[in-house]
T-cell receptor, first 113, second 110 residues
């Protein structure tokens, strides 16, 4: 039982390049989320998918797109990377029910130069 | 709008001293609150849920609706407690979104 798996763990991009961050969970959770973590700002929600087939914007969606490929997988795409997108990205999933917290992946450390 | 405030960026204590990490929230509904811990360069791990009223690794947290607070406490800090701690509030109904505070770095000195 791997929980939430993110790839890659590290990535360096040049400004204007594109890439996709992959996330998969094996816990049969309905909801999945992408956050970015920046010093002094905590974690901010980029996009989320409350259930398979649905996606919606979070607090900081500009410059990103997402795909909920199936129940297990939720990918985050940067179409044209900018230095402001240098961050650590975390994927998370959530078991249905308000009393449960999230399970997080190990993160992707992205640097845009 | 919902909000989570952690007023301290850094809390430095000596081993064996009591610890209190502050968290205040603003939310119009019934709050569902959590504490997460992140050890150096690792993933976030769920530490406590307010609903379960449990003690994990010696930490406890009580929801005070009158003061809109959910402070994290431990009577005797250990060096291995050094980490970043995030308070989080679940909101958004069925979408179950979490909003995080900005985090407090706990440094336990020997």
């Amino acid at each position: 039982n791997a929980g939430v798996t993110q790839t890659p763990k590290f990535q360096v991009l040049k400004t204007g390049q594109s890439m996709t961050l992959q996330c998969a969970q094996d816990m049969n959770h309905n909801s999945m989320y992408w956050y970015r973590q920046d010093p002094g700002m905590g974690l901010r929600l980029i996009y989320y998918s409350a259930s398979e087939g649905t996606t919606d914007k979070g607090e900081v969606p500009n410059g990103y797109n997402v795909s909920r490929l199936n129940k297990r997988e939720f990918s985050l795409r940067l179409e044209s990377a900018a230095p402001s997108q240098t961050s650590v990205y975390f994927c998370a999933s959530h078991q249905t029910g308000r009393h449960y917290g999230y399970t997080f992946g190990s993160g992707t450390r992205l640097t845009v130069v | 709008a919902q909000r989570v405030t952690q007023p301290e960026k850094l809390l430095s204590v000596f081993k064996g001293a009591p610890v209190e990490l502050k968290c205040n929230y603003s939310y119009s509904g019934s709050p569902e609150l959590f504490w997460y811990v992140q050890y150096s360069r690792q993933r976030l791990q769920l530490l406590l849920r307010h609903i379960s009223r449990e003690s994990i690794k010696g930490f406890t947290a009580d929801l005070n609706k009158g003061e809109t607070s959910f402070h994290l406490k431990k009577p005797f800090a250990q060096e291995e407690d050094s980490a970043m701690y995030y308070c989080a509030l679940l909101y958004g109904g069925a979408t179950n979104k979490l909003i995080f505070g900005t985090g407090t770095l706990l440094a336990v000195q020997p």
